[in-house]
């Protein structure tokens, strides 16, 4: 059964650094392109960052580009989100989610999700 | 950044009754090469992460009703839920993955009437 485990979400200040993970098993971790998802409170779905299957390619949304840092950890079927700069607007539950798999595209729909962390921006 | 754009923003439908959920994109999402439209539907029940329902714009994921539907082609597309059930009460996003950055129109509230 595929799982994906999110962790690392809390309170933080304007300013402060937090770091996500997400624990991933049931599938072979490094043939997929990963991704992290963001939701703020009672809002629509925003795309973060993917990270290619051996972490050579990352790409990110504008908003977060040059504050958020993807990496992965294949040997321990680990991906993550290292964020600095934190600002009010960051504010959200951080979804990990799986890029299905056919030829290894990037360009793939998003066939597994955690249950994402809670990220609360507030002084 | 392709823009994703749903109709209407929210939808009561009496139960057995079809529903019936509007896409656009800014830009069309069709990939030549494959002439498929990189197109997915997801839903998100409340509390709940979102789930695939339909990708390529018409392919059922594995396990989703056969009540769900997709259709259209190149910048508009269409959820069609043929009888709707008291379990589709959800908000339903589309998403393109043609290019990046990834984007999802802003969602369509799904309720019964």
């Known amino acids: 059964e595929v799982q994906l485990v999110e962790s690392g979400g809390g309170l933080v200040q304007p300013g402060g650094s937090l770091r996500l993970s997400c624990a991933a098993s049931?599938?072979?971790?490094?043939?997929?392109?990963m991704n992290w998802v963001r939701q703020a409170p009672g809002k629509g779905l925003e795309w973060v960052a993917n990270?290619?299957?051996?972490?050579?390619?990352?790409y990110y949304v504008d908003s977060v580009k040059g504050r958020f840092t993807i990496s992965r950890d294949n040997a321990k079927n680990s991906l993550f989100l290292q964020m600095i700069s934190l600002r009010a607007e960051d504010t959200a539950v951080y979804y990990c989610?799986?890029?299905?798999?056919?030829?290894?595209?990037?360009?793939?729909?998003?066939?597994?999700w955690g249950q994402g962390t809670l990220v609360t921006v507030s002084s | 950044d392709i823009v994703m754009t749903q109709s209407p923003d929210s939808l009561a439908v009496s139960l057995g009754e079809r529903a019936t959920i509007n896409c656009k994109s800014s830009?069309?999402?069709?990939?030549?090469?494959?002439?498929?439209?990189?197109l997915a539907w997801y839903q998100q029940k409340p509390g709940q992460p979102p789930k695939l329902l339909i990708y390529?714009?018409?392919t059922r994921e594995s396990g989703v009703p056969d009540r769900f539907s997709g259709s259209g082609s190149g910048t508009d597309f269409t959820l069609t839920i043929s009888s709707l059930q008291a379990e589709d009460v959800a908000v339903y996003y589309c998403?393109?993955?043609?290019?990046?950055?990834?984007?999802f129109g802003q969602g369509t509230k799904l309720e019964i009437k």
């Open positions: 390529w714009a018409s």
């Open positions: 989610a799986r890029t299905y798999y056919d030829d290894g595209s990037a360009y793939r729909p998003f066939d597994y």
């Open positions: 998403q393109q993955y043609y290019n990046t950055p990834r984007t």
């Open positions: 049931g599938f072979t971790f490094s043939n997929h392109w």
């Open positions: 830009q069309s999402v069709l990939y030549s090469s494959n002439n498929k439209n990189d």
């Open positions: 990270i290619k299957q051996d972490g050579s390619e990352k």
